[in-house]
């Protein structure tokens, strides 16, 4: 019989209830695994059980995108990896929503364990892997600065109530050079995005027919000062190309090098979490590639393999 351990964050979103456990455990051991569930307990718990954890044949996260984030992260340390899985039960669940997952978890566990397994680009920053999205600027510090109590209590709201609150701050404006293909250019931006994902905070991505294992990551940068214009670029950039709008710089790449003049004081967000590493030079690449049991159901827009 095959192994599998379900890691799940008991404070994501609103729909993971532990009266529910013994049913999604009855539902995997269907499928002719013996599960473990493990609750995490606080901040980088998850990381240090994939880290640590000896063999088994699949590791399932249940919770948001960072408790994913922190399984992958987990997972990248070891010498040798574990297919993953990823059941969404968060506030926003880009990963899942691109991956195909609805909101009921009990069909989201059949999709899944029904599904194949991929191997998926990962993108980090100074060698921080993060699964789909990195950035900072106007905006960017909303994911880390909702509290949990305002996510439990207003779900997706919470976001949209920062969003607009963030919106009436002053712009601050981050003066960098960053390097792609053996060239710099020196910019002064609002905001700069570096994804591989078809959803970032609950909209559509900028960057249309995005792939998984292309070994490239999408960057995007707004260099707009003013909060309509900032607005208006986002906007436009999710309805048309982005590298057609005024105030945005858009590429694919696999290397990038981004350094600052001044250090952040909103530090990065990856994955909606804050990044621990403070730098005034941050390296993005492709590190790993990281084999992923997902539904079928967006594979073949998903993937070029």
Known sequence: MKKCVVIYNPNSGHTLKKKMIPTYKALIEKYDYKVQFIPTQYKGHAKEIVQHIGYVDLIMSMGGDGTFNEIVYGNSLR??????????????????????YGDNIEKNIVDCLKGEVKSIDIPSLNKRP?????????????????TRDEKKRYGYL?????????????????????????????????????????????FDAFFKDVKLDDDKFEVFIVTA????????????????DPKDVNNVIAFRTSNLKVKFKRRLKKNWCIDG?????????????????????????????????
């Open 158 to 202: 919470a976001y949209i109530f920062n969003a607009i609150k963030d919106f009436f701050t002053e712009t601050k404006m981050h003066e960098i050079t960053y390097t792609v293909d053996g060239k710099s250019y020196d910019v002064s931006c609002s905001m700069m995005i570096v994804c591989s994902a078809t959803r970032i905070a609950g």
């Open 130 to 146: 993060f699964v789909y999205v990195g950035g900072f600027g106007k905006f960017l510090n909303i994911a880390y600065d909702t």
């Open 225 to 240: 000062s003013k909060r309509l214009d900032i607005l208006g670029a986002l906007g436009l950039s999710i309805l048309k």
């Open 79 to 100: 010498k040798n990896q574990l297919v993953l899985a990823h059941i969404p039960v968060g506030t926003t669940n880009d990963v899942g929503r691109m991956f195909g």
């Open 273 to 305: 979490e804050k990044l621990e590493i403070r730098s005034l030079t941050y390296n993005i690449e492709n590190l790993h590639s990281i084999k992923l049991l997902i539904p079928k159901k967006n594979i073949n827009k998903l993937f070029i393999n």
